[in-house]
């Protein structure tokens, strides 16, 4: 349920799942700064193309503006390496036929790093995260 007495990219914080065995755990720690751990089966990822780094406690950060909209952003590699993870806050995703909380993900990449379009199904494919209903801030 969208909460209206925070704000809204705190909407984002919680403990996220999606499939497969996918759980994504977003953390405020400042204004529009956040932090996000990526397991999968319980595990973090190792990201090959950071030295296998963990995807655990990556930063990211929420902007707006009036022209290009909001964004959540996790960095996936150091920044200046543009390698990231999108995503977007629904209120009321439909899914099994009745709206739920969900984090919808998209990735981007320069262009000119296009080896690392063989990581993107390692860190769980572009689908979707529901909030964990038995884990609710």
Do not use: C
Not at 5 to 17: L, Q
Not at 108 to 122: A, K, T, V, W
Not at 128 to 133: I, P
């Amino acid at each position: 349920m969208t909460r209206f007495d925070i704000p809204w990219e705190d909407n984002y914080v919680g403990r996220w799942i999606g499939e497969p065995s996918r759980v994504l755990t977003i953390t405020k720690v400042g204004a529009r700064r956040y932090l996000v751990s990526l397991t999968v089966n319980g595990s973090p990822v190792k990201r090959p193309w950071m030295d296998d780094e963990p995807t655990i406690d990556m930063p990211a950060e929420y902007t707006f503006d009036a022209f290009d909209g909001a964004d959540f952003v996790v960095a996936l590699w150091p920044p200046g390496r543009r390698f990231s993870l999108h995503l977007s806050y629904e209120s009321d995703f439909v899914l099994e036929s009745r709206p739920r909380e969900a984090l919808t993900v998209a990735l981007s990449r320069d262009e000119r790093l296009s080896f690392l379009d063989q990581y993107y199904d390692m860190l769980g494919g572009l689908d979707h995260f529901v909030r964990d209903a038995d884990n609710e801030e």
